[in-house]
């Protein structure tokens, strides 16, 4: 195991912990903000909201039909990169890394 | 030199290449058998997994969908890379961290359970031969277009190259040469797109071309031109689709959620180093596999306006070589019906079903003759989806050898995952049912000596379902993706987010998103699928889509059945714990 610290009491087992959840929780925030991009992009722009967006001229492409077949998937892509750098700071932040 | 000896060449070095890497990289371990050795590069990962998950449907069908489906195709756009945003922020780095073989293990360990092992096996098993049907085909039918052999031979040879790599290299040797074959899929997918965006725009980047101006002088972007052209022949505007939103949304979200739950798919994140690599190596696969999904759209629309262009009002006699060549092949058919000898091609089927052809003797024009009972519509065109990619070349009359180039592409794309799709099925076989619950006695050796006869079996059960495909192979893709979605996905997820999740939330909300997907599929597809139309479907939700309510249906039933029976062990939820920790995975590599 690559601990920063060795938990060899109570308190830093508890210290350990605290540091643990606190991980977790920015993590699991960090999720829901990626995601609800993920949707809007997708489901929303895509989808929902195609219509109103394809009034829109993009380049030459209606623009709710350009994210529905290419915009969201250059929008993906970009996501996962982001989650993982930003992750990768929140584990060193928290002396989690592996 | 003509294409098919071109091909022939282009075939048969890409095979070389292949069977190559399998005797470098042949394997002496379960754990390089089963998972590589877990020491792949995240990038060279991110590409064996592209090749993995981009099949014969992808390579093949995908921009023939779009092309015909306009906005509707979007689903497969969408659905199939917005899974990998799923994957990489919910499930591939902690089921590396969990750090085992496959995935009914995770299942099976985190849920304390053998009977939840064994639904997940039973899940597995189920989504990878359907899919896996579906690629021997298609190696056939490339065989047999391109090499002029029957489409058996094509499947025993794609099977022995497969049985070759999979077997000797296991999940080291498929890596490899997954990476090979992503390759040669990649650039055989974009050349011809290059050629045919340079001569329908002038604009040699595909992923420009739905907005670019087409260069016939009529001032009209591609999407422009489509949309009128279409609309003049009495079909929907391309850009507008005739899909409900309900249906749209189910459907993207069936095959978002199946994509990140297909078990061929997670194991290969158990192959690299470390949790922060899985992140990494979501990333690199989905840069890799936009490659080809940013351009099919383009291809599928240059495809139909030159479809259009070639081949509506174009008298019989005077339409192009590859018009009667896949006429000849059964997948083109054309019924005169005003009796003037050019072809109209209009919105609706031209005729019943899927053409039948009289064996012998022509029509007046010298075109086989479709036995099909006649509709009512003004279309007299029959044109199979499939054909769009693979007739490309030809369409836009490209050198031969890129045409032996594509050949070796959808073989490079049906094998690549073919023998991913085989390997889970093996690993499942050997590591799960035998090692882990009916002979937990045997040892690596022997247990790597099952893994290999379990992926020679397999293949021997693909070959057969190649050569005698089930009549339903085309309508049972939904379920491969509705069953991932609705089964496995919500254990994996609720697995690693919910502590309290226990064996009996997740064995009652599996079985229940499995059933009731399962049903509603065969009951539309094959008990009543005369009912199969709209006003009869859940929500507006056909097929395609049911999966997203079984995965719903999934997490409310777990939801309730864990908060009425006990919490799970506290070495369970101290697993929980550990998998949500990045720190110490390699640690908890080893076995």
């Known amino acids: 195991m690559e601990k920063p610290s060795k938990p060899d009491g109570d308190i830093t087992i508890s210290a350990h912990q605290k540091n643990a959840n606190s991980y977790w929780k920015e993590n699991i925030s960090l999720l829901l903000k990626l995601l609800a991009v993920w949707f809007a992009v997708s489901f929303g722009a ?12 993009f380049f030459g492409v209606k623009l709710g039909f350009w994210f529905a077949q290419q915009g969201s998937i250059y929008v993906f892509v970009i996501l996962i990169f982001v989650y993982a750098a930003l992750m990768r700071r929140l584990e060193q932040k928290h002396g989690l890394e592996d | 030199m003509d294409a098919s000896t071109l091909t022939y060449i282009f075939v048969g070095i890409s095979f070389a290449l292949y069977i190559g890497i399998a005797v470098w990289s042949r394997v002496g371990s379960t754990k390089e058998f089963y998972v590589a050795g877990g020491g792949i590069h995240p990038v060279v990962n991110g590409m064996a997994t592209a090749a993995d998950w981009m099949s014969a449907a992808s390579f093949i069908s995908m921009a023939g969908l779009i092309a015909f489906l306009g906005y509707d195709g979007s689903v497969y756009l969408m659905g199939w890379t917005g899974g990998y945003v799923l994957l990489a922020l919910l499930l591939a780095p902690y089921l590396r961290k969990f750090g085992k073989f496959t995935v009914p293990d995770f299942i099976g360990d985190r849920y304390y359970s053998d009977a939840a ?56 040797g498929i890596t490899y040469t997954q990476v090979a074959q992503f390759c040669v899929l990649i650039f055989a997918y974009t050349v011809p797109a290059i050629f045919i965006s340079m001569m329908v725009t002038g604009n040699p980047v595909p992923q420009f071309g739905l907005g670019a101006e087409v260069t016939d002088g009529s001032g009209l972007t591609v999407l422009g ?20 939103k309900a249906d749209i949304f189910a459907i993207t979200a069936a095959l978002m959620v199946g994509t990140a739950g297909l078990p061929h798919v997670i194991v290969r994140f158990f192959t690299v180093p470390k949790v922060s690599d899985a992140r990494k190596s979501a990333g690199w696969a989905l840069v890799f596999i936009a490659i080809l999904y940013t351009t099919a759209p383009a291809v599928g629309a240059f495809a139909r306006i030159n479809f259009i262009n070639e081949v509506n009002e174009t008298p019989y006699q005077a339409t192009p070589q590859w018009f009667k060549n896949w006429e000849t092949l059964g997948l083109i058919g054309w019924q005169d019906k005003n009796g003037d000898g050019a072809i109209q091609y209009r ?15 022509r029509g007046v024009s010298g075109e086989r003759i479709v036995l099909n009972t006649t509709t009512a519509n003004a279309n007299e065109v029959y044109v199979d989806r499939d054909i769009m990619v693979l007739a490309n070349p030809e369409i836009a009359q490209l050198p031969n050898w890129v045409i032996a180039l594509v050949a070796a592409g959808s073989l490079a794309a049906a094998l690549s995952t073919a023998a991913g799709l085989l390997l889970v099925i093996s690993s499942a076989v050997s590591h799960d049912l035998l090692k882990k619950t009916f002979m937990p006695a045997i040892t690596d050796k022997q247990e790597l000596r099952y893994a290999r006869l379990a992926a020679a079996c397999a293949i021997g059960v693909a070959g057969y379902l190649g050569i005698n495909p089930p009549g339903f192979v085309a309508q049972v893709v939904a379920f491969a993706f509705g069953l991932a979605a609705a089964s496995l996905f919500p254990a994996i997820l609720m697995g690693i987010f919910s502590r309290r999740m226990n064996k009996e939330g997740a064995i009652a909300g599996m079985l229940v998103g499995l059933f009731s997907t399962f049903a509603y599929i065969v009951f539309f597809k094959f008990v009543s699928p ?12 056909s097929p395609e889509g049911i999966g997203a309510v079984g ?3 999934n997490f409310m039933v777990s939801a309730i059945v864990s908060k009425t029976t006990k919490a799970p062990p506290p070495e369970v939820q101290a697993l929980v714990e550990d998998i949500r920790i990045p720190s110490g995975a390699k640690a908890g590599h080893v076995h």
């Open chain 1, 46 to 57: 895509g989808i929902l909201f195609v219509d109103a967006l394809n009034a829109i001229d």
């Open chain 2, 530 to 541: 005369e009912l199969n139309t709209e006003e009869n479907w859940l929500f507006g939700i």
């Open chain 2, 117 to 172: 092992r064994l639904v997940a096996v039973v899940c597995l098993i189920f989504i990878s031969f359907t899919y896996v049907a579906g690629q021997m085909r298609g190696v056939g039918i490339v065989f047999s277009r391109f090499l002029e052999v029957d489409i058996n031979t094509g499947v025993v040879a794609g099977m022995a190259i497969v049985f070759m790599y999979a077997v000797l290299g296991g999940m080291k």
């Open chain 2, 551 to 553: 995965m719903v249906l």
């Open chain 2, 347 to 361: 919105a609706g089927a031209p005729f019943e079903g899927t053409p039948t052809f009289k064996e012998d003797g």
């Open chain 2, 225 to 244: 031109k489509l949309d009128s052209v279409l609309q003049d022949l009495g079909f929907n505007a391309y850009t507008e689709g005739t899909k409900s």
